[in-house]
């Protein structure tokens, strides 16, 4: 790997870390290497390569040049030592939780958390004699009476998807690593690098879907997990090569690191945007609630500023009147798309107690904080003006139609 752009500034690590035009005929794009397999120069490199002994490409499963790159300026912009490329987000937490979790560990896990990640610990990992406990990270008395001898991971999402609740990831860390063998994982896809670095606040291992912001495009697919040298190598020859095979294409890292190069100025974007879509949303009379982290109603809005750089890109609302005026809200929409997954450059509109948290059971989301009026929106990066007056146009109708819904109530109850 080439560091000598390790110094530089976060944009310019992202564009420039580890490739140097001269050892590529001059090509300033990185090639894509497309080739399935390696030759060996020898049978004993060969031998070594697959002891883990010498660190060549012999087979793309496992490591190819294309991905290689992209890995090394994924661990340079989260801090951390090295980083593993899989196909989805999923693929990276799958691989994470199978590689270091066994049968009679114990996981905590955060109150809240993406619906598929949710139905993998409890369908998943859950069936196969692992333990799987929600706890209230934020509460750190209760954290540490949950600790048990068996307690091998806590994982968490900070902005949680879909509530936006955060974890105290410097709090937690501390409290974890006072007792042995336990990893601290981290799903940093709200917030990426740019935002949030958790490795550098005490986390062991972070995980991203790299099909959010990182590509920002929304032509990919893909997965990263970030940690030191040693647990990337175990997460890279046990979970990826052998438990999951869920491997990269070298063409999505390609696409991939082309997301990286804008992606400061991207996040900067969703940011403000997203900030001027809160601040309308809570000013507007039909809102019941609105969650975001750069409000200062927040609930937690000292950590936001002290744990995130900005407040991210994402929005959680409830509207009056509840699910019904939230599903008139969104299908009222014009310029922001109905769509699930987030980070895009367009702007996305989502109902997760039908979408993307359909896995929960109706009593497992009211428990976890997910409403079912609660309605998602990943803010992108049109023109915030446009955005602001299709939200204002959705919302007046919503307003329009809350007095003919209470009216309705009323001639029902006669």
Not at 50 to 57: C, I, K, L, S, V
Not at 110 to 133: D, M, N, P
Not at 187 to 197: A, F, G, S, W
Not at 322 to 338: E, S, V
Request: glycine share 8%; aromatic share 6%; proline share 5%.
């Amino acid at each position: 790997m080439n560091n000598k752009h390790n110094a530089f500034g976060f944009s310019t690590r992202a564009i420039h870390h580890g490739y140097d035009p001269k050892d590529h005929h001059g090509a300033l794009v990185p090639p894509i290497y497309l080739s399935a397999t390696f030759a060996f120069p020898t049978v004993e490199y060969g031998a070594a390569c697959f002891a883990g002994e010498a660190n060549g490409h012999f087979y793309t499963r496992i490591s190819n040049p294309t991905l290689a790159l992209l890995e090394s300026r994924m661990a340079t912009l989260e801090n951390g030592e090295a980083a593993v490329a899989f196909s989805s987000g999923m693929g990276a937490i799958a691989a994470t939780f199978w590689t270091l979790l066994r049968p009679g560990d114990e996981v905590i896990v955060s109150q809240t958390l993406y619906g598929c990640t949710f139905a993998l610990l409890h369908h998943g990992i859950g069936e196969f004699g692992i333990k799987v406990r929600h706890v209230d990270l934020t509460d750190l008395d209760a954290l540490k009476e949950a600790l048990s001898p068996a307690t091998r991971m806590i994982y968490c999402e900070t902005p949680a998807n879909p509530t936006l609740r955060l974890v105290d990831i410097t709090a937690v860390a501390a409290l974890a690593h006072q007792q042995p063998n336990i990893t601290v994982v981290v799903d940093n896809t709200y917030c990426t690098p740019y935002l949030q670095r958790p490795l550098e606040l005490g986390a062991d291992v972070v995980v991203h879907s790299a099909t959010k912001y990182l590509s920002g495009h929304g032509d990919i697919t893909a997965g990263i997990a970030v940690s030191n040298q040693a647990l990337a190598q175990r997460i890279r020859l046990q979970g990826l090569k052998d438990l999951t095979g869920a491997v990269m294409s070298p063409q999505d890292a390609s696409l991939l690191m082309r997301g990286l190069k804008t992606l400061a100025l991207r996040m900067d974007r969703h940011c403000s945007n997203a900030q001027a879509v809160a601040e309308a949303l809570q000013a507007h009379p039909a809102v019941q609630w609105v969650t975001y982290p750069g409000l200062r109603s927040f609930p937690q809005y000292e950590l936001a500023t002290r744990q995130m750089k900005m407040a991210g890109g994402m929005i959680a609302f409830e509207l009056k009147g509840g699910i019904d005026t939230g599903r008139r809200f969104m299908n009222a929409l014009k310029l922001f798309t109905r769509a699930v997954s987030l980070g895009d450059a367009e702007s996305l509109a989502q109902h997760p107690a039908s979408m993307t948290h359909s896995t929960y059971t109706p009593e497992e989301r009211a428990a976890h904080g997910i409403s079912e009026g609660l309605v998602r929106l990943s803010v992108g990066l049109e023109d915030v003006a446009d955005l602001l007056a299709d939200v204002q146009q959705a919302l007046a109708k919503c307003t329009r139609a809350l007095p003919r819904a209470a009216e309705m109530a009323a001639h029902a109850l006669k």
